[in-house]
């Protein structure tokens, strides 16, 4: 089963800052994911993102939000000037060579004050 | 769109015995891939069975298994001997050919001791 990282575990930001998530797969992937869990709702996709771009989004991936893969195995989602409403569990995936299941990190617990 | 409904918001069960819960999704989709995610309390998300779509056999792993009604639309998830380690949410989603994760409400379940 393919292991993936995230840090940090848990992020405190103001409304207003930037925040960069971060996703460490531990082997060679090429599909990547982003999702987030808003306490209590459901799970959202954000953002698919292959072979360095990104390739599926949604509705909720406005402007706001980045993804980048900087140097070839960090995977990064850059929220900037963060909103209260952007407090929720953000989740990275990845799928393994040759397969479609998604194997998830462990989560960033996002809170905006 | 694709829409997944979980219409059991809990659901209890005795330890040692077996529960099912249900999951019903929509699409117009021919091909697409079925996927139940248990979530503890620590809010990890762990992948507990898959089921493809074009397969006619239900997916089995270990004490979990499901129950793939094509026609009707639903995959429900049976877990026998019930431990009390089984106690968490329950996701049922649905990925289609971009492979997009689509959640339902997500069940949690209680394990009476």
């Known amino acids: 089963e393919p292991e993936v990282t995230q840090t940090p575990s848990h992020q405190v930001t103001q409304m207003g800052q930037e925040v960069i998530l971060r996703c460490v797969p531990i082997s060679n992937h090429l599909y990547f994911y982003w999702y987030r869990q808003i306490l209590g709702q459901k799970v959202e996709f954000l953002v698919s993102?292959?072979?360095?771009?990104?390739?599926?989004k949604s509705e909720i991936f406005d402007d706001q939000f980045s993804v980048e893969r900087p140097d070839g195995s960090n995977f990064t989602l850059k929220i900037r000037s963060t909103k209260l409403e952007d407090s929720a569990m953000y989740f990275c995936?990845?799928?393994?060579?040759?397969?479609?299941?998604?194997?998830f990190g462990p989560g960033t617990r996002l809170t905006v004050t | 769109a694709q829409t997944v409904t979980q219409s059991q918001p809990e659901m209890s069960v005795q330890e040692a015995e077996t529960v099912t819960l249900s999951c019903t999704y929509d699409t117009s989709e021919s091909d697409y891939y079925l996927f139940w995610y248990k979530q503890p309390p620590s809010r990890q998300m762990i992948l507990v069975i898959r089921q493809e779509a074009y397969k006619q056999q239900n997916a089995t792993e270990n004490r979990f298994s499901v129950n793939f009604q094509k026609a009707a639309k639903s995959f429900s998830l049976k877990i026998s001997d019930s431990q009390l380690g089984d106690a968490a949410m329950y996701f049922c989603?649905?990925?289609?050919?971009?492979?997009?994760?689509?959640w339902g409400a997500g069940t949690k379940l209680i394990i009476k001791p």
């Open positions: 989603a649905f990925a289609d050919s971009n492979y997009q994760l689509i």
């Open positions: 993102f292959y072979n360095n771009e990104i390739s599926e």
């Open positions: 995936a990845i799928t393994g060579l040759d397969s479609y299941e998604q194997y």
